[in-house]
């Protein structure tokens, strides 16, 4: 399933298309062949259990659609969250007494919204994002060290408002790491492939029974259900594709810390 899914978009639907219309070429013509031996009212006992076969694939479609539209929500949800806290922390970091520590802290804090924003807009590429990863924990070790010190020596409200701040902020960029790396089962995915083969082929089965192909409306049909499972696969790759979370809020965050350092040492 992750060698099929890695095939570009594109790709992944023209084979789709094809394994669909296969299918039900292949029904069409069992049902053919089976119309000399069968009664003349089987068609009909045929489309109910079509009927039946169609509405569980299309129960298993919405399942996968809403599964993986669950974890595209969540990085999204979680771009916003990660922004707002490192944009907290970097704001309560200039209430620290000691000037020189403040602005250090907030150029620390700066540069690791540079990160989280490469890693937010990082390409598929496992040896990039694990560097961000590494580049992530080092310039996490480095604020929390200047965070620790800082509260060793002036144990105030501020101080602990401000090590609340980077503990939320440092929990967004965990639980964002886990959001990319959550993806749609991989058995729903094989359960959702082999149910529309064997859904396809039924429907061309029953086709194989009637006077007329329909192949237009049956090619329609293929189309819209490979466009379905598109969908699924486009929502399940959080780094490539056409549906991918907006690193807008992160991008803002960095916008107002540098409007306000400009501002500052003016």
Do not use: C
Not at 51 to 67: D, R, V, Y
Not at 205 to 215: A, I, K
Not at 217 to 244: C, Q
Request: proline share 3%.
């Amino acid at each position: 399933m992750e060698a099929a899914t890695g095939l570009d978009l594109w790709l992944l639907g023209l084979l789709l298309l094809a394994l669909l219309l296969a299918a039900n070429e292949v029904g069409f013509r069992l049902g053919r062949r089976r119309t000399a031996h069968l009664p003349a009212d089987a068609g009909g006992h045929v489309g109910v259990l079509t009927t039946g076969m169609l509405g569980l694939l299309a129960f298993t479609l919405g399942l996968a659609i809403s599964i993986a539209d669950q974890r595209f929500e969540a990085r999204r949800d979680l771009v916003v969250r990660e922004a707002n806290a490192i944009g907290t922390a970097w704001l309560r970091a200039g209430l620290l007494r000691d000037a020189a520590e403040a602005a250090a802290l907030r150029r620390h804090l700066a540069d690791y919204a540079r990160i989280r924003l490469d890693y937010t807009t990082a390409r598929p590429d496992r040896d990039r994002i694990a560097a961000l990863n590494r580049a992530t924990e080092a310039a996490q070790a480095r604020i929390w060290t200047m965070a620790e010190a800082a509260a060793r020596q002036d144990a105030t409200p501020l101080t602990a408002a401000l090590v609340a701040a980077l503990n939320e902020t440092f929990d967004a960029a965990q639980a964002q790491r886990y959001a990319h790396e959550s993806r749609v089962p991989a058995h729903i995915q094989w359960l959702l492939l082999a149910g529309s083969l064997l859904a396809v082929g039924a429907v061309g089965y029953q086709l194989g029974f009637g006077p007329q192909r329909h192949g237009v409306l049956s090619t329609l049909l293929m189309a819209m259900w490979t466009g379905g499972m598109l969908l699924v696969a486009d929502l399940n790759r959080p780094r490539e594709g056409h549906i991918l979370v907006d690193p807008k809020p992160l991008r803002w965050a960095l916008e107002s810390m540098d409007t306000a350092a400009g501002a500052g040492r003016r």
